[in-house]
């Protein structure tokens, strides 16, 4: 989802949030376009997050009404807190280090759960070197 916002320009806009305008009325012409791009760079986001979402997660973040939330409610979810990060990590690091070729397996195979658990960690924010 990153790279799907990075395309569109979007990503400096979701890692900032967005924050309306207190009193709209008030502003000047030179407040305002900034204002509005900000507004609808939030509403981009949002509605890219709701559209790549499955049915079953989309209630989660329905009730969102900036990019960010819906982001950061997202996160939370499926990568949870700093530490249970931590403890997967923990695991993965050690599933690796026990990651064995068996006699009946191809090397395709075994490349395979080796990829498998080195994009865990990846996503999980260890810099795997190749």
């Known amino acids: 989802m990153k790279t799907f916002l ?3 320009d979007l990503w400096e806009s979701m890692e ?8 709209s009325n008030n502003l000047t012409v030179a407040q305002m376009k900034p204002a509005k791009v900000e507004s609808t ?10 559209s790549a979402v499955a049915e ?15 982001w950061d409610t997202l996160q939370e979810e499926f990568q949870g807190t700093e530490r249970v990060r931590a ?9 690796y280090e ?3 070729m068996k ?5 395709k195979d075994y490349i395979s759960k080796l990829l ?6 990846r996503i999980y924010g260890e810099k795997v070197t190749d």
């Open 6 to 8: 990075r395309a569109y």
């Open 16 to 23: 900032k949030g967005y924050t309306p305008p207190e009193n």
């Open 41 to 50: 760079n939030n509403f981009k986001c949002l509605s890219f997050l709701h």
């Open 56 to 70: 079953s997660i989309f209630p989660r973040i329905v009730a969102s009404s900036t990019a960010k939330e819906a």
């Open 87 to 95: 403890i997967r990590l923990l695991n993965l690091r050690r599933d």
């Open 98 to 100: 026990n990651l064995k």
């Open 103 to 107: 006699d009946s397996e191809t090397v």
């Open 116 to 121: 498998e658990v080195v994009n865990q960690m």
